[in-house]
């Protein structure tokens, strides 16, 4: 069964189920399975926002060296690149075809959560070198106009983080 076919499959059960059954699905791993973040992918549009992304790793070539010298150790390296490249797919994400809406929530809210706990400081630097122009900042409020009013379990989500 290829990806294409399943994400095709899933796209019609959404409807079905609702979006807060593919989020329920969602917030019991720690990572996005794979064809949610191919799911996730199809929504990301490529735009001039997005930046240089040289080696296609999902994070802006500016922000790399930041993470980069935020810290020695391995595991803040990690958590802090998985929510800048949740970040990154806010920058990316086309809010007129919001179908993914949901999973974009979901990854954003794991990976805040668990940046939350190595925290220094460091994800208000990271948050305006990412939406460091006026463009990318009318995304991030788009983002956050969409989950405004919504409560997030950041101890449940956190307990996910490895």
């Known amino acids: 069964m290829n990806l294409l076919f399943i994400s095709a499959k899933l796209a019609r059960l959404v409807p079905l189920f609702g979006a807060a059954g593919l989020l329920l699905t969602l ?3 720690d990572k996005l ?12 549009k490529t735009s001039p926002l997005s930046g240089p992304d040289k080696n296609r790793d999902g994070i802006r070539d500016d922000i790399e060296p930041l993470i980069a010298q935020s810290s020695s150790l391995p595991q803040v390296i990690s958590v802090r690149t998985t929510y800048a490249k949740s970040l990154q797919k806010i920058v990316e994400f086309d809010f007129e075809h919001a179908q993914m809406l949901s999973v974009l929530k979901s990854e954003y809210s794991r990976s805040l959560a668990c940046a939350m706990l190595v925290d220094d400081g460091f994800i208000d ?24 009013g919504q409560a997030f379990d950041f101890d449940s989500l956190s307990r996910l983080c490895s």
């Open 125 to 148: 630097k990271l948050n305006s070198a990412t939406f460091n122009t006026p463009q990318r900042v009318q995304q991030q409020d788009v983002f956050q106009k969409s989950i405004s």
């Open 27 to 29: 917030s019991a791993c």
């Open 33 to 44: 399975p794979g064809w949610a973040a191919a799911l996730l992918h199809t929504e990301v």
